[in-house]
């Protein structure tokens, strides 16, 4: 908040991205309720990661009224499909995908860092969606290019701010794919 409110005495727009809010067990982590307090604060939201909608590119902003009506000066028309306004519509009427998805991966999410934990070398922290955050012994490229040689993409986290060269982000997936990358991180030597 403290960024949003240095931003608004400066006439500068914040843009937080929400694309994974869907996946997030509370939905009080996100900041929507703000947008009215904050003129400058504009919100992105993606249906393309949550409802599984990958390639379709569909998602929505939420914003202050002035800055919905600059983009909609500047945007081009028929800037969405209507593959894509058909698929939407479709993934806002189906709740109970969402919650499946949110049951299947919390309860992954669970397996994976209580497997992790059993391995020396590793530390999970705690996360929010689908990814989960490890520390390692190892350096992240030398697991990355290890993974990968079994066909498990992860992300070498060691670009993202405050972390360094010991950190790797996984993806939850289904249990078959959690349990090979289980099995390869037990054996990464």
């Known amino acids: 908040m403290k960024i949003i409110?240095?931003?608004k005495k400066k006439s500068t727009i914040v843009f937080v991205d929400e694309t994974f809010i869907?996946?997030?067990?509370d939905l009080n982590e996100?900041?929507?309720?703000?947008?009215k307090k904050f003129p400058n604060l504009f919100i992105l939201r993606s249906m393309t990661k949550s409802f599984g909608l990958a390639g379709i590119r569909i998602g929505y902003g939420i914003a202050s009224?002035?800055?919905?009506?600059t983009l909609n000066k500047l945007k081009i028309p028929w800037n969405v499909s209507g593959l894509a306004q058909y698929a939407a519509g479709a993934a806002l009427c189906s709740t109970s995908y969402l919650d499946k998805t949110k049951k299947i991966i919390k309860k992954e999410?669970?397996?994976?860092?209580?497997s992790i934990a059993k391995i020396v070398g590793f530390e999970c922290h705690d996360a929010a969606a689908n990814f989960i955050l490890i520390k390692t012994k190892q350096k992240s490229?030398?697991?990355q290019k290890k993974l990968l040689k079994k066909k498990i993409l992860i992300r070498d986290a060691s670009t993202f701010r405050g972390l360094n060269n010991n950190y790797i982000r996984i993806a939850v997936k289904t249990r078959k794919e959690?349990?090979?990358l289980v099995k390869a991180l037990m054996n990464l030597k």
């Open 5 to 7: 409110k240095i931003s």
């Open 109 to 114: 999410s669970l397996y994976l860092k209580n």
């Open 141 to 143: 490229k030398t697991i």
């Open 22 to 25: 869907e996946l997030v067990p």
């Open 30 to 35: 996100s900041i929507i309720k703000q947008v």
């Open 65 to 69: 009224k002035p800055i919905i009506f």
């Open 178 to 180: 959690n349990q090979k």
